[in-house]
Each structure stands twice: as C-alpha cells, then as structure tokens.
C-alpha cells in the first residue's frame, strides 16, 4: 500500500487514476482547484465509489507554499502531476495563465520534492505539443485523413522539439524541468507526452478533449438539434486515441517500475491501430447513434498539428504496457457515458 498526491485529481485524467489506485487499496489524497468544468461532479463521483477513503485538499498548484506544505506533510511515493491548463485556446487568450498553471505550477511540485527531501516518484503529464505544429512533416492527403511519407508506426521521442503556441511552451518548459531535476537533483521524475485521451469523466469543451466533445455533438444532433456541428480545418487531422482504461493502467505499471524508467520520457497514445481523424470519428458516432450529421467547416486553428500518431514502442518496451482498448469499443463506450451523463457543456 502506498500514498499518491494526484494534482488535478478531479480532473478526467485525475479522477480516472484516482479510482484505479483507490481500488487498489492505496492511500490518495488529491489536490484540485475545481476550477474545470465537471470538476465538482468528478469529486463526487469518487466520493460516492470510494467513501471517506481519500483526502481531498482545495488548493491551487500556483501557491508554492501550499504545493510544499502538502508534499511536506503527506510525503507521498507517487506524485501524479496532471494539474494544468490543457487548452490551446484558453493559453493564446491569457498566456500569463497559462505559463503560471502549466509551468510555475510544475515547478513547485519540482521544488517541494526537492526542498522538503521527498523521495516521491513524479509522474508528469505532458503533451505532443512540445514538438510544434509539425508543418515539416511530407504528408498526403487522403479522402479522409491525412498520412505521413514517412514514420510508419508513429513518432518516437527523437522527433525534434518545437515549442509553439503559449500551451506549447508552457508545457513544453515543465516537460523540460521535469527531466532536468532529475539530472541534477535526483528527482526521479517520469514524462509522459500525451495524445489524444477520452472516456468516461471527460467533461469535454469545445477548445479541449475532441473526442467527448465530437461524441457529445453528434448525441445532440441526434436528439433533434439540427444546428450544425462545426469542424476547424477540413476534419483531415489525424490523432492516435488513447482510452482511460489504458491511460490508468499506464500510470499505475509506470509507477511500479520507476526506478528504472526515471528521468526519461515517451510519447503515449494509443498508436497507428487506434488513429482517426475528425472525419473519421464523426463518420463513426453518426453511424452508432443513427444520424445525419448537419457539419460546418471553419478556418484551420493556429499551429493544429494536421498529424500525430505516437510511436509507442519505448513505453512498450520499457514497462511492457500497451493500450488495450480499440477504437471502435472505445467511440461506442464514449458515446454510452454522454448519454448516462448529465454532463455540463461549456
């Protein structure tokens, strides 16, 4: 039995690792703002599975002083730092934010560790947004999606780093902080760069988490509200998806095996098998829910990565984890969560 601090615990990464360790029988206290929409829900949601069993601490990863005193009075052994602002959009509106959330945050999670002489494992969730809008990748344009030249199975963590974007550089600085304080101080620290994730406790908004949101779009067509959905770009954008079964699971195995994965990172998703592009997905939910979709294109968002895939064979290889969950199970399991749901739309 172990302790973990999750930041960002009610959060849909949060609360899903949240569960998985609490059903393990560990020891969780969360740490969380309830600042994102469902935040609230996703708290009661694991109160209600899990009783009083976990510790729940109000506080905001930007106050340095609280992010030490809990990391100083709990000394947990794992950290899941998934704290953050996740939202290209929200990050070109109010950079300052977004800098304070996703890399000052970071820091003081880095720095309680330090500081208080904790020997807590970091696991940090990351983003493929450090490497750009990868514009340089030689792509061709299908009927549906896009596809690259070359990078058969994906990108590996050699693809070159290009911050851009306020959330890219952002991210990309706590990404670099993690691996640094593990060099320098001893820090065993572990980064995931992320994908696409979805499944149940996505609260999805338009500007964050394309799959819940999509899904959630064609339910309400579906319903009888014939106002179209809009799609930025020409729906071609390829991602790999992730589903939160797996995203749990890799948490948890990563966690078992720290010291020997320590200060490196990897890129997560769940491969070229479980691709899609928008297209793609609404083609899928439409057909699942039985619908017609009414769609409108808009311009192209700025420094929208057209194609992402990760290569995930150095987690594989690593920790023997692989995602499990195929996409259409994973789209159909998505769709029957909304509709379960009285989930808010921001």
């Given at each position: 039995?172990?302790?973990?601090?999750?930041?960002?615990?009610?959060?849909?990464?949060?609360?899903?690792?949240?569960?998985?360790?609490?059903?393990?029988?560990h020891?969780?206290?969360?740490?969380?703002?309830?600042?994102?929409?469902?935040?609230s829900?996703n708290?009661?949601?694991?109160?209600?599975?899990?009783?009083?069993g976990?510790r729940?601490?109000?506080?905001?990863?930007?106050?340095?002083?609280?992010?030490?005193?809990?990391?100083?009075?709990?000394?947990?052994?794992?950290?899941?730092?998934?704290?953050?602002?996740?939202?290209?959009?929200?990050?070109?509106?109010?950079?300052?934010?977004d800098?304070?959330?996703?890399?000052?945050?970071?820091?003081?999670?880095?720095?309680?560790?330090?500081n208080?002489?904790?020997?807590?494992?970091?696991?940090?969730?990351?983003?493929?947004?450090?490497?750009?809008?990868?514009?340089w990748?030689?792509?061709?344009?299908?009927?549906?999606?896009?596809?690259?030249?070359?990078?058969?199975h994906?990108?590996?963590?050699?693809?070159?780093?290009?911050?851009?974007?306020?959330?890219?550089?952002?991210?990309?600085?706590?990404?670099?902080?993690?691996?640094?304080?593990?060099?320098?101080?001893?820090?065993?620290?572990?980064?995931?760069?992320?994908?696409?994730?979805?499944?149940?406790?996505?609260?999805?908004?338009?500007?964050?988490?394309?799959?819940?949101?999509?899904?959630?779009?064609?339910?309400?067509?579906?319903?009888?509200?014939?106002?179209p959905?809009?799609?930025?770009?020409?729906?071609?954008?390829?991602?790999?998806?992730l589903?939160?079964?797996?995203?749990?699971?890799?948490?948890?195995?990563?966690?078992?095996?720290?010291?020997?994965?320590a200060?490196r990172?990897?890129?997560?998703?769940?491969?070229?098998?479980?691709?899609?592009?928008i297209?793609?997905?609404?083609s899928?939910?439409a057909?699942?829910?039985?619908?017609?979709?009414?769609?409108?294109?808009?311009?192209?968002?700025?420094?929208?990565?057209?194609?992402?895939?990760?290569?995930?064979?150095?987690?594989?290889?690593?920790?023997?984890?692989t995602?499990?969950?195929?996409?259409?199970?994973?789209?159909?399991?998505?769709?029957?969560?909304?509709?379960?749901?009285?989930?808010?739309?921001?």
């Open positions: 039995m172990a302790k973990w601090l999750i930041t960002g615990g009610c959060g849909f990464l949060g609360s899903n690792i949240a569960d998985e360790v609490l059903g393990q029988g020891e969780v206290v969360v740490l969380d703002n309830l600042s994102r929409v469902g935040s829900q708290r009661e949601w694991l109160r209600e599975r899990h009783g009083s976990w729940m601490v109000t506080d905001d990863i930007r106050d340095s002083e609280a992010v030490a005193r809990l990391v100083r009075e709990e000394r947990p052994a794992y950290i899941a730092h998934l704290a953050g602002q996740v939202a290209m959009t929200t990050s070109l509106r109010d950079p300052r934010y800098f304070e959330v996703n890399a000052l945050g970071s820091l003081n999670v880095l720095e309680a560790v330090r208080t002489g904790s020997e807590s494992v970091v696991l940090y969730s990351s983003t493929n947004k450090v490497y750009g809008d990868l514009e990748v030689e792509l061709h344009e299908g009927e549906t999606r896009y596809e690259p030249a070359d990078y058969p994906g990108f590996d963590e050699s693809l070159p780093l290009a911050f851009a974007s306020p959330y890219g550089c952002s991210k990309g600085a706590a990404d670099q902080y993690m691996q640094d304080y593990c060099k320098m101080y001893g820090v065993r620290t572990v980064t995931f760069r992320h994908s696409s994730m979805y499944g149940g406790r996505q609260f999805a908004s338009y500007d964050q988490g394309w799959v819940g949101w999509f899904c959630r779009e064609v339910l309400r067509q579906a319903g009888g509200d014939s106002r959905l809009t799609v930025s770009g020409n729906g071609k954008q390829v991602r790999d998806l589903h939160a079964d797996d995203m749990r699971r890799l948490y948890v195995i990563a966690a078992a095996r720290a010291d020997s994965v200060g990172v990897f890129n997560i998703g769940g491969g070229t098998a479980q691709s899609l592009s297209l793609e997905l609404l899928r939910s057909d699942a829910a039985g619908v017609q979709l009414s769609v409108e294109h808009l311009p192209a968002r700025a420094s929208d990565q057209r194609y992402f895939v990760a290569d995930t064979r150095s987690i594989e290889a690593a920790t023997g984890w995602a499990q969950v195929n996409v259409t199970d994973g789209v159909e399991r998505m769709l029957a969560w909304i509709k379960s749901e009285t989930a808010p739309v921001s």
